[in-house]
């Protein structure tokens, strides 16, 4: 079964708020990775964060890689329609993606 | 072809009838791994091959599951004996790297149900 937890589970913003979610674990990763799914795809990567402590940035999205190296944090800032979708984190682990349930973003326009 | 493509896109079955699900990865691509996505959920680990070689299996949840590269390109898994609880998207991802998952391109997935 799944390792990570995230949350929250589900989103309901306004257009142009910013976005914050969470993963966490109870076991080390080294390397930790954030997705986007929207429906009827597969996952696509956003960030990849390699480095405890390290904060990445892709346009509007940054992300966080925690000290602790069980936990991780994406923002999203000034969402706009398009970000709609279901985010993943995922830390890897001898070649596997172990992934989260996901953070279902809703934007109200 | 400039993505992963998998087939079917839908594939329906009865109760104890086997499948057979393709996957076309990225020409060139070293790495294949086989995913499965349960509805709600986060994709879970099945198999991983590395050209023709498949390297680790630790995900497939039976025996009823078996995933083959024969020529180190398409790949198929098939599901005997499919039960209601097999159903799912199915996800097939590739890399041109080995073992490269920072760079994993995903393909859209089969959704099996299994009636």
């Known amino acids: 079964g799944q390792q990570l937890n995230q949350s929250p589970q589900s989103m309901f913003i306004q257009e142009g708020e910013d976005v914050s979610m969470n993963c966490t674990s109870s076991?080390?990763?080294?390397?930790w990775l954030w997705y986007k799914q929207d429906p009827g795809e597969g996952p696509v990567l956003l960030i990849a964060?390699?480095?405890?402590?390290e904060l990445t940035s892709n346009g509007r999205l940054t992300a966080q890689f925690g000290i602790t190296r069980k936990d991780s944090f994406l923002n999203i800032s000034a969402s706009i329609p398009s970000d709609v979708g279901i985010y993943f984190c995922?830390?890897?682990?001898?070649?596997?993606?172990?992934f989260g349930q996901g953070t279902r973003l809703t934007i109200n326009p | 072809g400039a993505g992963v493509s998998q087939s079917p896109r839908y594939k329906v079955a009865k109760r104890g009838q086997d499948v057979a699900l393709r996957c076309d990865p990225i020409?060139?691509?070293?790495?294949l791994f086989w995913y499965q996505q349960a509805l709600g959920q986060g994709p879970e680990f099945l198999t991983y091959?590395?050209?023709?070689?498949?390297?680790?299996k630790s995900g497939l949840p039976s025996d009823r599951f078996f995933a083959e590269r024969p020529e180190g390109s398409v790949s198929t898994l098939k599901i005997q004996r499919t039960q209601q609880e097999d159903s799912a998207v199915y996800l097939c991802?590739?890399?041109?790297?080995?073992?490269?998952?920072?760079?994993?391109?995903f393909g859209s997935g089969t959704q099996l149900s299994v009636l």
């Open positions: 991802a590739s890399s041109a790297n080995r073992g490269g998952v920072q760079k994993l391109f």
């Open positions: 076991s080390i990763f080294n390397t």
């Open positions: 964060l390699y480095k405890a402590g």
């Open positions: 995922a830390g890897l682990r001898a070649q596997k993606l172990v």
């Open positions: 020409s060139g691509h070293v790495s």
């Open positions: 091959f590395q050209n023709e070689a498949q390297l680790d």
